[in-house]
């Protein structure tokens, strides 16, 4: 990744107006999510042109909250053991010490919401 990638990526977000909802980096590849995708193509297009791009339509957002979460020991354990049957997609958390942000298809929402809440809230 060169030097300003990620600052001229996030620059085309924003002269198209769309926020970017969750980040997740490697040494190889960004991952984001964006709430509106009304301007997606245009995006799309300009970003083609300092990187290579694909989307996946059809996904949905999982946010965890919870006090510490980040210094809870095996608390990340649990959450994928209850999302053992869900393909995670994406996993973000931030320097919050309170969120865990986590991708999935639609399709799995009602399951993942489930077993998340059985796992997390058993008592």
């Excluded at 300092?50 to 979460?69: K, P, R, W, Y």
């Amino acid at each position: 990744m060169a030097h300003g990638f990620l600052a001229e990526a996030f620059a085309i977000f924003d002269r198209h107006r769309t926020a970017v909802d969750v980040v997740s980096t490697s040494e190889v590849g960004v991952s984001l999510t964006i709430d509106c995708d009304e301007r997606l193509d245009e995006i799309t297009a300009e970003l083609a042109s300092i990187a290579e791009v694909s989307h996946t339509a059809g996904q949905a957002l999982v946010c965890l909250v919870g006090d510490a979460i980040r210094d809870t020991p095996g608390v990340a354990a649990v959450i994928f053991g209850a999302l053992q049957a869900v393909n995670v997609r994406m996993v973000s958390q931030g320097s919050s010490r309170m969120n865990l942000s986590l991708v999935i298809g639609e399709h799995d929402l009602t399951e993942a919401i489930g077993a998340l809440h059985a796992a997390l809230f058993a008592d």
